[in-house]
């Protein structure tokens, strides 16, 4: 029996490219999102269930949860992918929006496996497959939104892997550098208040160096290709780095620690 995988967020960026690679594999795939009427590419393919969940929506989630087992039998893993990028200076974001960025990327993502984790514990098996980034271990300035919720994906993650191993399941963190996607587009919320004179110069520096960086970015293969290797390897490991500039910052974190990524981060930015 082929395998099933549920990928959230899946209609653009790292969430279809993983539908599609994991269709190519030979699994089932619910591939969902909030606007699955708006899809035209993932529901022509076989073994492939687009359906709507919304991680900002309970009922969206346990409905999807529920369809996803009635057609195909049985999740295996879960991919944790919905999410955006809140970016600017604190002082720039309502409470509305802060509280936006923290429920999508961070309690949406404890809801969808809060309702999958019932399935697995059935099963005593399920690989949870968390979405972060290296912005999970180090941060850019103006960034304190998005790196906070990411930082909370990898405490929940470390945590949680103690918990589902107890019926045989797993938890994997990924942890991409800058991939080629539309995170500075739709994914990407920009804020800022021109009347905030204190920040006009480090959000000047921080808008002119960001697009610069994306045009190196690696493509969003590498991170599927990255998620089915979590997915498939049986391994008791807990974090996947996807792409060459992740690897770096990794060992540059590992060597040299904070207080080498701040002055680096300074240099790069000329703050």
Same mark, same amino acid.
């Given at each position: 029996?082929?395998?099933?995988?549920?990928?959230?967020?899946?209609?653009?960026?790292?969430?279809?490219?993983?539908?599609?690679?994991?269709?190519?594999?030979?699994?089932?795939?619910?591939?969902?999102?909030?606007?699955?009427?708006? $899809?035209?590419?993932?529901?022509?393919?076989?073994?492939?269930?687009?359906?709507?969940?919304?991680?900002?929506?309970?009922?969206?989630?346990?409905?999807?949860?529920?369809?996803?087992? $009635?057609?195909?039998?049985?999740?295996?893993?879960?991919?944790?992918? +919905?999410?955006?990028? +809140?970016?600017?200076?604190?002082?720039?974001?309502?409470?509305?929006?802060?509280?936006?960025?923290?429920?999508?990327?961070? !309690?949406?993502?404890?809801?969808?496996?809060?309702?999958?984790?019932? #399935?697995?514990?059935?099963?005593?098996?399920?690989?949870? !497959?968390?979405?972060?980034?290296?912005?999970?271990?180090?941060?850019?300035?103006?960034?304190?939104?998005?790196?906070?919720?990411?930082?909370?994906? $990898?405490?929940?993650?470390?945590?949680?892997?103690? @918990?589902? @191993?107890?019926?045989?399941?797993?938890?994997?963190?990924?942890?991409?550098?800058?991939?080629?996607?539309?995170?500075?587009?739709?994914?990407?919320?920009?804020? #800022?208040?021109?009347?905030?004179?204190?920040?006009?110069?480090?959000?000047?520096?921080?808008?002119?160096?960001?697009?610069?960086?994306?045009?190196?970015?690696?493509?969003?293969?590498?991170?599927?290709?990255?998620?089915?290797?979590?997915?498939?390897?049986?391994?008791?490991?807990?974090?996947?780095?996807?792409?060459?500039?992740?690897?770096?910052?990794?060992?540059? #974190? %590992?060597?040299?620690?904070?207080?080498?990524?701040?002055? +680096?981060?300074? %240099?790069?930015?000329?703050?």
């Amino acid at each position: 029996m082929n395998k099933t995988i549920l990928i959230t967020g899946a209609s653009s960026g790292i969430g279809k490219e993983t539908a599609k690679y994991f269709q190519t594999k030979g699994w089932n795939v619910i591939a969902t999102m909030r606007t699955p009427e708006k $899809e035209t590419e993932l529901n022509k393919l076989k073994n492939t269930f687009v359906i709507k969940l919304d991680v900002l929506d309970i009922a969206s989630i346990n409905e999807a949860v529920k369809l996803g087992v $009635e057609k195909f039998g049985k999740i295996d893993v879960l991919v944790n992918n +919905a999410g955006y990028g +809140a970016y600017g200076p604190l002082e720039a974001f309502s409470k509305e929006k802060i509280e936006r960025q923290f429920n999508t990327n961070v !309690i949406g993502l404890m809801d969808v496996t809060r309702a999958i984790l019932p #399935h697995f514990r059935k099963n005593k098996d399920g690989v949870i !497959i968390n979405i972060s980034s290296m912005g999970g271990k180090m941060t850019f300035p103006l960034g304190s939104l998005y790196h906070g919720t990411k930082f909370a994906v $990898e405490g929940i993650s470390e945590s949680l892997k103690y @918990e589902v @191993e107890q019926f045989g399941g797993r938890v994997k963190i990924i942890e991409p550098g800058a991939i080629a996607t539309d995170f500075a587009g739709r994914s990407f919320d920009f804020q #800022h208040d021109e009347n905030l004179k204190e920040y006009q110069n480090i959000v000047s520096k921080i808008t002119t160096v960001l697009p610069q960086m994306i045009k190196n970015a690696s493509p969003v293969s590498v991170v599927s290709k990255v998620i089915f290797e979590a997915a498939t390897d049986g391994k008791n490991k807990l974090r996947y780095m996807a792409g060459k500039d992740a690897k770096m910052y990794n060992l540059f #974190h %590992k060597l040299f620690g904070y207080g080498f990524i701040e002055k +680096a981060n300074k %240099k790069f930015f000329k703050l």
